[in-house]
C-alpha cells in the first residue's frame, strides 16, 4: 500500500493527465490501484489499427510508456523524464480494450527503473515492457 504522499501524488497525476490532449485523443483512462501502480484503460477504436486490421504496435507503446511514467512520478517530488522504454509485443491484437499497469522496479536517486504490461479485457497477455527515467531538479507540481 502507497504512503499518503505517493496517494496524493497520485490523485494530482490524474487530474493532470485528465487535462492532456493525448488522453482525449486517445481515449484512455486512467487510476492507481491499490498498489500504486499507475493503470490505463484504452477503449478499441479502430482508428488505431495498422493496414490488417490489427491494433497498432505504437498504440501499445503508449500505453506501455504512461504505465511506467505515471507508476514512477507518483514516487518522486520533483518531475521525471523518460530516458528509455523498450516494448515487447507478444501477440497480435484486434478490436479489444487494452490495459496496461506499470510497477516500480527500483526508485533511485537520479534514476528510477519500472516493469510494465499490457493485457485484454481478459487477462490475455499482449506486451511487457520497461523503462528507465530520470530524476530532475524540477518540483513537483510546477505548472501543474
Not at 5 to 24: D, M, Q
Not at 43 to 55: E, K, M, Q, T, V
Not at 65 to 85: K, L, S
Not at 100 to 117: C, F, P, Y
Request: charged letters at 20%.
Amino acid at each position: 500500500m502507497p504512503d499518503d504522499k505517493i496517494i496524493k501524488r497520485g490523485e494530482k497525476l490524474v487530474a493532470l493527465f485528465n487535462t492532456a490532449p493525448i488522453k482525449h485523443t486517445f481515449g484512455m483512462t486512467f487510476r492507481y490501484d491499490s498498489e500504486g501502480s499507475a493503470i490505463f484503460e484504452l477503449p478499441y477504436n479502430p482508428r488505431f489499427d495498422h493496414a490488417l486490421r490489427g491494433i497498432h504496435g505504437g498504440a501499445i507503446a503508449t500505453l506501455i510508456d504512461n504505465a511506467g511514467w505515471f507508476t514512477v512520478a507518483a514516487r518522486h517530488d520533483t518531475w521525471i523524464a523518460t530516458v528509455e522504454f523498450q516494448t515487447r509485443l507478444l501477440e497480435p491484437v484486434e478490436k479489444e480494450k487494452l490495459i496496461s499497469r506499470g510497477w516500480l522496479i527500483r526508485a533511485g536517486k537520479s534514476l528510477s527503473t519500472a516493469g510494465m504490461e499490457v493485457k485484454t479485457e481478459g487477462g490475455r497477455l499482449i506486451a511487457v515492457g520497461s523503462g528507465t527515467f530520470a530524476v530532475t531538479s524540477v518540483p513537483f507540481g510546477h505548472n501543474a
